[in-house]
């Protein structure tokens, strides 16, 4: 019975032990799970900077504008843990919040740590309809030798720790491109502004204006 007795004990502290050694390792690799989802849902959104625009032509005719222009956009990865998969990115511009170029798609890539990325999509709308608002305000930027617009990226993100990749998360960055012109709207310059009569415009005038970007821009980034 002693024999027994002792067998059904070494079995006992047998379990026991294996039962413990679960636990802990349940435990540890709870802990790492947690740790992995703090990280990968706190981490420090991206920073987004305009560096240059270059806008290449604007065409103003009512009820319609065609805009074409390039642009320089950097972002910066500031975690040092979490890397940042950019699924899908598309840039366009608007003015006075309404669209004025067709959404154009920019490469999707991979962000580790602290690294900078650049994209230099070209943007353009041909004959983009516009609110007569609208077309009267550019108009009177025009005529006092400056335009603001604004390019926006909108996106998803995810983030990457370690081999562990979360799910997809929405991105919305707006960078104010402030353009100005050197000297009076009506002398020489970079592109031809051709607009119809209107306000700031004399009916039947095309006019040459050089607008050009002012300084490079921090943005605004929502995730």
């Given at each position: 019975?002693s024999?027994?007795?002792?067998?059904?004990?070494?079995?006992?502290r047998?379990?026991?032990?294996?039962?413990a050694?679960?636990?802990?390792?349940?435990?540890?690799?709870?802990?790492?799970?947690?740790?992995?989802?703090?990280?990968?849902?706190?981490p420090?959104?991206p920073s987004?900077?305009?560096q240059?625009?270059?806008?290449?032509?604007i065409?103003?005719?009512?009820?319609?504008?065609?805009?074409?222009?390039?642009?320089?956009?950097?972002s910066r990865n500031?975690?040092?843990?979490?890397g940042v998969?950019?699924k899908?990115?598309?840039a366009?511009?608007?003015?006075?919040d309404e669209?004025v170029t067709?959404?154009?798609s920019?490469?999707?890539?991979?962000?580790?740590?602290k690294?900078?990325?650049?994209?230099s999509?070209?943007?353009?709308?041909?004959?983009?309809?516009?609110?007569?608002?609208?077309a009267?305000?550019?108009?009177?930027?025009?005529?006092a030798g400056y335009?603001l617009l604004?390019?926006?990226?909108?996106?998803r993100v995810?983030w990457k720790?370690?081999?562990w990749?979360s799910?997809?998360?929405?991105?919305?960055?707006?960078?104010?491109?402030?353009?100005?012109t050197?000297?009076?709207?009506?002398?020489?310059?970079?592109?031809?502004?051709?607009?119809?009569?209107?306000?700031?415009v004399p009916a039947?005038?095309n006019?040459?204006?050089?607008?050009k970007?002012?300084?490079p821009?921090?943005?605004?980034?929502?995730?």
């Amino acid at each position: 019975m002693s024999k027994e007795k002792h067998h059904r004990d070494w079995i006992l502290r047998r379990c026991c032990g294996s039962v413990a050694a679960c636990i802990l390792t349940l435990f540890v690799v709870v802990g790492f799970i947690v740790l992995v989802i703090y990280l990968a849902l706190h981490p420090s959104k991206p920073s987004f900077y305009l560096q240059d625009v270059q806008l290449r032509s604007i065409d103003l005719s009512d009820p319609s504008l065609s805009l074409d222009l390039q642009v320089t956009i950097a972002s910066r990865n500031p975690n040092d843990r979490v890397g940042v998969y950019y699924k899908t990115l598309d840039a366009f511009t608007t003015y006075r919040d309404e669209p004025v170029t067709v959404p154009v798609s920019m490469p999707s890539i991979y962000q580790g740590h602290k690294d900078v990325s650049v994209w230099s999509p070209v943007m353009s709308g041909d004959a983009v309809p516009v609110a007569q608002y609208v077309a009267d305000a550019m108009k009177q930027d025009i005529a006092a030798g400056y335009v603001l617009l604004h390019v926006k990226v909108e996106g998803r993100v995810k983030w990457k720790v370690g081999s562990w990749v979360s799910g997809g998360y929405n991105l919305f960055v707006t960078c104010p491109a402030l353009l100005a012109t050197s000297g009076s709207p009506f002398a020489g310059g970079a592109f031809a502004a051709s607009t119809a009569s209107g306000v700031g415009v004399p009916a039947g005038v095309n006019t040459t204006v050089s607008l050009k970007f002012t300084h490079p821009a921090d943005c605004t980034v929502d995730v």
